[in-house]
């Protein structure tokens, strides 16, 4: 068939799109689509509310709203888009073996929800590619620049690589170096320009020694996989100094760190199979009709485990959740714990627990930095900030969810000991707790 390309896309983006609206929920997607949507809303990142990566793949993906409005469908609509654009970044690097890694990408679809790890995996793939293809090396630079405008810690290490030219083509080095320099230079005039270098700093900076020593949750198992995988690729590196995709690989392997858990590390592991995966041949097995297989297999089962548990209803009545697959029990919580909200809105909330941005955002609400209260999202010394900033918004109500608390390990304690410590209970519904905290009242320290 002359075009049996476009239907495999074709393919690949309608499934994407079914998939993504019908997988479980997660805060990580809540918080991505919620930082999108404060800037569509013209609020500045770092001065109106927190974040601790550099801002191009949420201002990107903010962009579609000024044409459909802010919606999580629409984010969906271009996460697909870039899901099939990276299937065919991984068919143009790796043949039809590319089948293998998409669906291991939809078994671990924690990893395939629209989010900045993603995103930096597709530039992490995009420099694999132009460098095999040998492309301009201001456009590398460029792209090398949004990397480190994504996700500045592995995007920092990923231009460490060109240091590979220093010495062999120093002329390549800084075509790449100019190249990043333009989108970097853009940013730090944005920052300077709307007032916010300085909370920049704070938060992705300074706020990531905090981060680091406090989010740690992974495990002892994931700690000794991963240094025995840099091992191999030293390894890989020594016996083939020539190929500077080992390098790459190399330098994605900071996406692990300082977390150190499952959900990182499965990007880095993808990314260690580019070593193996172009040797591998597989010849009794037709890789396209295994991956429309497994594709519709696990999307149907999937779908029908989400919907097979409540009453069906779809499209929602939740606002900017419409088309995103919500069960009858949590539409119905949403709707009553927004009705609760709505009591205490005019006195003034403080919501500080973990679902704030999703109540907030439905709710119409301006999000600012009490709505992401986990540790290192405060900047350096973070929680002394947090305290400070609590104190000086007495006579408000304080809302907190005591179960997201026991569950979470991000999650910073300070904010729910002060409550509990110098609040009066006034209200609750499901497993959120109202609290009123008087401007008189001698606070007791945590």
């Known amino acids: 068939m002359k075009y049996k390309w476009v239907f495999k896309y074709v393919f690949i983006f309608i499934l994407s799109l079914v998939f993504l609206n019908f997988?479980?929920?997660?805060?990580?997607?809540?918080?991505?689509?919620?930082?999108?949507?404060?800037?569509?809303?013209?609020?500045?990142?770092?001065?109106?509310?927190?974040?601790?990566?550099?801002?191009?793949f949420p201002f990107l993906f903010?962009?579609?709203?000024?044409?459909?409005?802010s919606n999580l469908l629409v984010v969906n609509?271009?996460?697909?888009?870039?899901?099939?654009?990276?299937?065919?970044l991984l068919e143009k690097l790796f043949g039809k073996n590319a089948n293998i890694l998409l669906i291991l990408f939809f078994f671990n679809y924690d990893m395939i929800y629209a989010s900045y790890n993603f995103f930096v995996f597709f530039l992490f793939l995009l420099l694999l590619f132009m460098e095999k293809k040998e492309c301009n090396d201001y456009l590398?630079?460029?792209?090398?620049?949004?990397?480190?405008?994504?996700k500045?810690?592995?995007?920092?290490?990923?231009?460490?690589?060109s240091i590979y030219y220093l010495f062999k083509d120093y002329k390549k080095f800084f075509k790449r170096v100019l190249g990043a320099f333009v989108p970097v230079s853009i940013f730090i005039i944005y920052i300077f320009l709307s007032n916010c270098y300085k909370e920049f700093f704070d938060l992705c900076i300074l706020g990531m020694f905090d981060f680091g020593k406090e989010n740690y949750i992974?495990?002892?198992f994931v700690i000794i996989l991963f240094f025995i995988c840099i091992g191999f690729i030293i390894y890989t590196i020594v016996k083939d100094k020539k190929n500077i995709n080992n390098y790459y690989i190399l330098a994605f392997s900071s996406i692990t760190i300082p977390m150190f858990d499952y959900f990182h590390f499965k990007f880095f592991l993808l990314g260690l199979l580019?070593?193996?995966?172009?040797?591998?041949?597989?010849?009794?097995?037709?890789?396209?009709?295994?991956?429309?297989?497994?594709?519709i297999g696990l999307v149907l089962v999937n779908t029908f485990i989400s919907i097979g548990e409540s009453k069906f209803i779809y499209p929602n009545d939740i606002k900017y959740f419409q088309y995103r697959f919500i069960s009858?029990?949590?539409?119905?919580?949403?709707?009553?714990?927004?009705?609760?909200?709505?009591?205490?809105?005019?006195?003034g909330m403080l919501l500080l627990f973990e679902q704030s941005y999703y109540y907030k955002m439905v709710m119409d609400i301006d999000i600012n930095y009490f709505d992401l209260i986990n540790t290192g999202n405060w900047g350096y010394n973070g929680s002394k900030k947090l305290y400070k900033a609590l104190e000086d918004n007495k006579d408000k109500i304080f809302v907190i969810n005591k179960f997201s608390y026991k569950g979470s390990k991000q999650t910073d304690k300070t904010a729910l000991n002060y409550v509990l410590n110098n609040g009066t209970k006034v209200d609750e519904i499901y497993n959120f707790e109202f609290y009123i905290i008087e401007s008189d009242k001698d606070n007791k320290k945590d």
């Not at 609509?77 to 065919?88: A, E, G, M, R």
């Not at 500045?152 to 690589?161: D, E, N, P």
């Not at 009858?328 to 006195?347: C, F, G, P, R, S």
Request: net charge neutral.
């Open 152 to 161: 500045q810690s592995v995007g920092g290490c990923l231009a460490l690589v």
């Open 23 to 56: 997988i479980p929920f997660d805060l990580d997607e809540i918080w991505n689509y919620g930082f999108m949507h404060n800037m569509y809303n013209g609020l500045v990142p770092y001065k109106d509310f927190n974040m601790v990566i550099t801002p191009f």
């Open 274 to 295: 580019f070593i193996i995966i172009g040797k591998i041949k597989i010849k009794r097995i037709n890789l396209d009709l295994l991956m429309y297989g497994s594709l």
């Open 218 to 220: 992974g495990s002892i």
């Open 77 to 88: 609509v271009c996460q697909s888009l870039l899901i099939t654009l990276v299937y065919v």
């Open 62 to 69: 903010s962009l579609p709203f000024y044409i459909f409005g």
């Open 328 to 347: 009858d029990k949590h539409i119905k919580e949403t709707h009553e714990v927004v009705n609760k909200l709505n009591e205490y809105k005019d006195k």
């Open 140 to 150: 590398i630079g460029i792209v090398i620049g949004l990397a480190v405008l994504t």
